[in-house]
């Protein structure tokens, strides 16, 4: 079945522009979250989404990070007014709710963002 | 602060060598070790996981250690192949929820033929 999808693959901006990144969690997924990947470094944790509920905007770095998620499935981050700082990829990961046990993410592509 | 910490950061063996990748923890909370294989331009992918009440867990060719009073655990790969050549990252989960899942900074594996 269909994974969990991010666009652009690909995203060059140059500083102090806004950018939107998009993630499709796996149909029927209420979690969503998203982390970032710098080089060396392993995953930092952004934001979680769990159904209806109020996010989790715990891990966001400042507040020109922000995420949305509309009708419970395509989450959308964005940055705004982006620095050379923002520059790795950005990584989204769904799962299903899980009332007992584990619940394992499914980690999507990624998007690479580089602000020049 | 890391809550896992990994090495090696790189790894270069010989097609059929066993490489070792190893990581260690401080939360006595966590309670759930799973290990994601990344190939370049992919996500992370759930490769093998353990909990903390065995000290080994195999499949395949891929095993994990796990000494639960030392608070390390190790990623063993067996008969190595240049298709296991990848970025393996260890991970450690309290709970459920939000910000339970925590990672190492990776390990890029290099498997020569």
């Known amino acids: 079945g269909a994974g969990v999808s991010q666009s652009p693959s690909n995203k060059v901006t140059e500083k102090g522009k806004d950018v939107e990144l998009r993630c499709d969690p796996i149909?029927?997924?209420?979690?969503l979250y998203w982390y970032r990947q710098s080089l060396g470094q392993g995953l930092e944790f952004l934001i979680y989404f769990q159904g209806n509920s109020a996010p989790d905007k715990s891990g966001l770095p400042s507040d020109r990070f922000s995420a949305e998620r509309t009708g419970g499935s395509v989450s959308t981050l964005t940055i705004q007014r982006t620095q050379q700082e923002d520059s790795a990829v950005y990584l989204c990961?769904?799962?299903?709710?899980?009332?007992?046990?584990?619940?394992?993410?499914?980690f999507g592509p990624g998007t690479r963002l580089t602000v020049t | 602060q890391q809550q896992v910490k990994q090495s090696p950061q790189s790894l270069i063996v010989q097609k059929g060598g066993i490489p070792i990748i190893n990581c260690a923890y401080e939360?006595?909370?966590?309670?759930?070790f799973p290990w994601y294989q990344q190939f370049p331009g992919k996500g992370p992918a759930l490769l093998i996981a353990i909990r903390p009440d065995v000290s080994e867990k195999k499949e395949g060719r891929f095993t994990i250690s796990f000494n639960k009073s030392a608070k390390q655990f190790s990623l063993h790969i067996m008969d190595s192949q240049p298709g296991d050549s990848a970025t393996y990252f260890c991970a450690a989960r309290k709970g459920t929820g939000a910000n339970n899942l925590f990672f190492g900074t990776g390990t890029r594996l290099t498997v020569i033929p």
């Open positions: 939360n006595t909370a966590f309670d759930y």
């Open positions: 149909s029927g997924h209420t979690a």
């Open positions: 990961a769904s799962s299903s709710s899980g009332l007992l046990g584990v619940v394992e993410q499914y």
